[in-house]
Nanobody, 123 residues
Framework: QVQLVESGGGLVQAGDSLRLSCATS????????MGWFRQAPGKERDLLAT????????YYADSVKGRFTISRGNAKNTVYLQMNSLKPEDTAIYYC????????????????WGQGTQVTVSS
């Protein structure tokens, strides 16, 4: 059974930091491109960041560039999202995602989704 499980969400104050983790199982995700999306209430799910299988290619949405950092663990089966200088507008459910092809993930096409983790930033 393929699983992507996010963790690390929570309630923080503006300016704080959080690190989200996405643990994968059931398949070797070391060869997959991985990414993070988020969805705020009443809004569409937006792509935030992506990382290629070898960490050689990275993408960040303008809304998080310079504040968020995506990375992979040494075994490449875990992906992280370090979030600094959090703002109330970062409040959303954050989803981990995977696609065998990096370019398809960049367009929002996802093979596997995690169940999401809530991040709430108070002002």
């Amino acid at each position: 059974q393929v699983q992507l499980v996010e963790s690390g969400g929570g309630l923080v104050q503006a300016g704080d930091s959080l690190r989200l983790s996405c643990a994968t199982s059931g398949r070797t995700f070391g060869n997959y491109a991985m990414g993070w999306f988020r969805q705020a209430p009443g809004k569409e799910r937006d792509l935030l960041a992506t990382i290629s299988w070898d960490s050689g290619s990275l993408y960040y949405a303008d809304s998080v560039k310079g504040r968020f950092t995506i990375s992979r663990g040494n075994a490449k089966n875990t992906v992280y999202l370090q979030m600094n200088s959090l703002k109330p507008e970062d409040t959303a459910i954050y989803y981990c995602a995977a696609n065998r092809q990096y370019n398809r993930l960049l367009t929002g096409i996802v093979d596997y989704w995690g169940q999401g983790t809530q991040v709430t930033v108070s002002s």
